[in-house]
Nanobody, 127 residues
């Protein structure tokens, strides 16, 4: 069974940092672009950062540009989202998703169709 599992969420003070992980089981991420998305209460889901299958292409939403960094370790079948300078408005459930995209097909688009989704991890930024 193909699964994505997010981890690393939690409660952090404004200005703090967290690193989210997205681990795959049942399939290899080598051929997949990965996206990180978030959904806050009462708001639509937002694509915040995406990375191509090779890791050579990345994409960030304006709201997180310069504060978040996406990376991947295909040997560990895991993708990361390093979040720094966190703000209360970053509070949301964070999801990772995988889109078929060998050889960087589709690039690092966050608006493409994503085949597999994780269950999400809560991030709360509050003092």
């Amino acid at each position: 069974q193909r699964q994505l599992v997010e981890s690393g969420g939690g409660l952090v003070q404004p200005g703090g940092s967290l690193r989210l992980s997205c681990a795959a089981s049942g399939f290899t991420l080598d051929y997949y672009a990965i996206g990180w998305f978030r959904q806050a209460p009462g708001k639509e889901r937002e694509g915040i950062s995406c990375i191509s299958s090779s890791g050579g292409l990345t994409n960030y939403a304006d709201s997180v540009e310069g504060r978040f960094t996406i990376s991947r370790d295909n040997a560990k079948n895991t993708v990361y989202l390093q979040m720094s300078s966190l703000k209360p408005e970053d509070t949301a459930i964070y999801y990772c998703a995988a889109a078929w995209g060998p050889l960087d097909r589709g690039g690092a688009s966050c608006t493409r169709y994503y085949d597999y989704w994780g269950q999400g991890t809560q991030v709360t930024v509050s003092s």
